[in-house]
């Protein structure tokens, strides 16, 4: 990158000017950071090369599979339907109602239309798998009541 220190100004590849004070407001944006925190994007290819892993096919067999699945999930959400992935999860479709929205430029009142969205559901098994690492006192203390046993809530009263 081409820098104007002694301005404050940075230019980036593409030719912007933004200021460093810490956060860069006007760079070049990072697509995989701004996806995923972390940075970890599996797109298209990348799915279809660990498909092709898994499963010992060409990679082009791997990819009208991913394809096929995606189509399938796609036709069946479009006809109303549920689709359940035992151990990974559910897509389904939510309604959103028509609501009343502000341009936040303008402050001026709006109508948002109601339409449908997709949505995914976790399955527990797969929540456990991502959970199963960390250290996280949530998860544990579950764990930890199960194995404990109950103690009685009151002794019995003694007789004289």
């Known amino acids: 990158m081409l820098s ?29 950071a701004h996806h995923i925190p972390g940075g970890n994007l599996v797109n298209h290819a990348d799915l279809v090369a660990k498909v092709a892993s898994n499963a010992d096919l060409s990679k082009e067999s791997a990819s009208q599979a991913v394809e096929a699945v995606a189509k399938a999930i796609s036709e069946s959400l479009n006809a109303g339907e549920e689709v359940r992935y035992s151990g990974l999860g559910i897509f389904d479709i939510s309604a959103r109602a028509a609501r009343q929205g502000r341009n936040p430029q303008t402050g001026e009142a709006i109508a948002i239309a109601a339409s449908k969205v997709a949505r995914f559901r976790a399955a527990k098994s797969l929540k456990d798998t991502l959970n199963a690492g960390g250290d996280d006192k949530k998860a544990a203390k579950p764990a930890a009541a199960k194995a404990a046993p109950k103690a009685a809530a009151k002794p019995a009263p003694k007789k004289k």
């Open 4 to 32: 104007f220190s002694a301005l404050g100004l940075t230019l980036n590849p593409l030719g912007m000017a933004y200021r460093r004070f810490g956060i860069e407001t006007l760079r070049t944006p990072d697509v995989a």
